[in-house]
């Protein structure tokens, strides 16, 4: 018998990426085969976001398209999961009558159980319990296919931090950490199928191990996953700044496998929003910790989230906020209009921002930044970097497409590297998304100094 069609369209952050190949898995040992085409598929699974309203919309237009799919084809199943499926839950089914089921962020492992009942009954189905430090994880198939280079790893589940504007902690559930022994393991099976680049996923990575009693701590996964052999860069998101902790710090420093970048949502500049947004930091503070970790690691790549119009910001807020990013100079910025999510704390908030405001500072603040991610990207002209190889570049198929350390998309021409080569370009020209390398054999000396941990070092000294 032939495999039958997955159709599987993901919303939202790294997570979700991950959750999705997770339930790929589940899917794969009921004979279902990716496909592309939405137009074909036997089961299409939104795995959606509800973060911020926009996300959310996404999902909504994206089910209205597939009506159509349904109504040529009978026996097609739409499921929807993630976030949004969980925020929803059952009103999922009754708003729309095309979708077959809806699971919850910590149910993935009754998808079998709910295929099951829609082949033999047809009986649509919402699996949405959230209830306890459950890890959804837990003994679920995992058969990764090999040809990939990175690679996402939840470490945790979930938040407790209840940032006031914040719709996770409702629809991920309190925090959970992953016994080490399986994540480990699975990088180790990563490794061996030619994974070069882990990237350690959860909502606030530094408070992993905490409810666990004798579990590792952050720092400690870190030193665990260096010790992998195959991997050859690790990475972490996303950390917040009230708990980043001294060793953390330190670790980019020393572990030579971690990589030269740090994503350290700061949100606002202004004390009085961080203080209504129930961050648990001032921007003091957060300065603090980046020239800390600027000690710690000189060339660290630094980037953030922050969010303009939030209940009560005032201009003076908003200025704060871009003296903040005038003051730090991150290397790049992702910055949204503040909106409601049910059930957080900030919906109910008064003096709500007027949504033309919130245009106006969102366009002034993202112009602002477009100079210093420039400016900050420019400073790597010349320079030589270690690229990890993802394989042809998009734009011009005859150059190969790789990242930096510091997580920098690095174009480049020259004869084709195999996926997961690790190569030393020169940095030719900086643009606001990416960098054009040289080609790598006509521009290096062996002896060329390429820069690593954030430090030009010797090649040949290295103590890898
Ligand atoms: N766990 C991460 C981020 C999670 S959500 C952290 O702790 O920072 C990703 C980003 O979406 C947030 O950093 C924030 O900038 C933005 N965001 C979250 N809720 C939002 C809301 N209600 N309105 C606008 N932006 C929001
Ligand atoms: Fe949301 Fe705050 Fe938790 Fe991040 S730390 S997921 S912003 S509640
Ligand atoms: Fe969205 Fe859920 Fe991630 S709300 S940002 S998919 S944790």
């Keep these: ?21 997770r339930i790929s898995h589940v899917l794969a040992a009921r004979n279902y085969r990716l496909v592309v085409n939405p137009s074909e598929a036997d089961l299409i699974f939104l795995n959606t976001c509800s973060v911020r309203e926009k996300p959310e919309q996404k999902v909504y237009s994206a089910l209205g398209r597939y009506r159509a799919f349904k109504k040529k084809n009978s026996k097609l199943i739409i499921g929807v999961g993630g976030c949004l499926a969980q925020q929803e839950g059952e009103g999922f089914l009754k708003r729309f009558p095309h979708v077959d089921f809806v699971i919850g962020t910590k149910e993935f492992k009754r998808i079998d159980e709910i295929l099951d009942d829609l082949e033999d009954s047809g009986k649509r189905s919402a699996a949405t319990h959230l209830n306890g430090r459950v890890d959804p994880y837990a003994s679920l198939p995992f058969s990764p296919s090999p040809s990939k280079v990175a690679a996402f790893v939840s470490i945790m589940q979930g938040c407790d931090n209840f940032c006031s504007y914040c719709i996770v902690p409702f629809v991920r559930g309190r925090e959970v950490s992953r016994p080490s022994q399986e994540v480990l393991e699975e990088i180790r099976v990563l490794a061996a199928k030619g994974v070069k680049e882990v990237t350690l996923l959860g909502q606030n990575v530094n408070s992993y191990g905490k409810t666990k ?32 902790s001294r060793p953390l710090i330190e670790a980019f420093g020393r572990l030579p496998k971690l990589c030269e970048h740090i994503h350290l949502p700061v949100q606002s500049g202004s004390d009085r929003i961080l203080k209504r947004m129930n961050r648990g930091y001032s921007g003091e503070e957060y300065l603090k910790k980046i020239s800390r970790l600027r000690q710690s690691c000189p060339r660290i790549r630094i980037t953030t989230d922050m969010i303009v119009g939030f209940p009560a910001e005032e201009e003076e807020d908003f200025r704060a906020s871009l003296e903040m990013i005038e003051e730090i100079q991150f290397d790049d910025l992702f910055s949204f209009k503040y909106s409601d999510r049910p059930g957080t704390q900030a919906t109910h908030f008064p003096e709500k921002v007027m949504e033309e405001v919130s245009q106006r500072r969102l366009t002034e603040l993202q112009t602002l930044q477009r100079k210093i991610t420039l400016k900050r990207n420019k400073a790597w002209e010349r ?6 190889v993802e394989g042809r570049s998009k734009a011009r198929a005859e150059d190969n497409m790789g990242r930096t350390r510091a997580n920098h998309i690095v174009n480049f021409p020259g004869k084709p590297f195999a996926a997961g080569s690790l190569v030393t370009v020169k940095i030719q020209k900086a643009y606001a998304h990416s960098l054009r390398g040289e080609s790598p054999q006509d521009s290096l000396p062996e002896d060329g100094n390429i820069v690593k941990r954030g430090k030009s070092v010797s090649r040949g000294k290295e103590n890898l």
């Design 383 to 388: 320079e030589k970097v270690e690229v990890l």
């Design 213 to 244: 009693p004798g579990e590792l701590d952050f720092a400690g996964m870190l030193k665990a996953v260096q010790e992998i052999a195959g991997i050859e860069r690790i990475r972490f998101t996303t950390s917040h700044p009230k708990d980043l």
């Design 1 to 21: 018998m032939g495999h039958k069609k997955l159709y599987l369209k993901t919303f939202g952050c790294q997570m979700n990426v991950y959750d999705s190949e």
